[in-house]
Nanobody, 116 residues
Framework: QVQLVESGGGMVQPGGSLRLSCTVS????????MGWYRRTPGKSARELVA????????NYADSVEGRLTISTDDSENTINLQMSNLKPQDTAVYYC?????????WGQGTQVTDSS
């Protein structure tokens, strides 16, 4: 099982920026898939916001296209989500997800809240 720890959440004004990080417990070259999801208030399901398959290009939900960027830092073993021009509807708990040896693992989540 891969251990994932998200960080970087907080309160932000509309139009502001945040950078979320997900620290991964294993060598990231072994990962088959990496993604960021979120659960918005009042919803039980998590929705995909950004993802990348090993060797592939990033994919984004329409609602965040152009505002969120997923990236990796192999030296730090992190999967990052740069968030800009944040909107009130971005308020959610954000989760990191990876697939390793055909098994998916989740982090505990980090809260992003609109402060308006």
């Amino acid at each position: 099982q891969v251990q994932l720890v998200e960080s970087g959440g907080g309160m932000v004004q509309p139009g502001g920026s945040l950078r979320l990080s997900c620290t991964v417990s294993i060598n990231m070259f072994s990962l088959e898939y990496m993604g960021w999801y979120r659960r918005t208030p009042g919803k039980s399901a998590r929705e995909l916001v950004a993802s990348i398959f090993s060797g592939g290009q990033p994919n984004y939900a329409d609602s965040v296209e152009g505002r969120l960027t997923i990236s990796t830092d192999d030296s730090e073993n992190t999967i990052n989500l740069q968030m800009s021009n944040l909107k009130p509807q971005d308020t959610a708990v954000y989760y990191c997800n990876v697939r390793y040896r055909r098994t998916n693992d989740w982090g505990q989540g980090t809260q992003v809240t609109d402060s308006s």
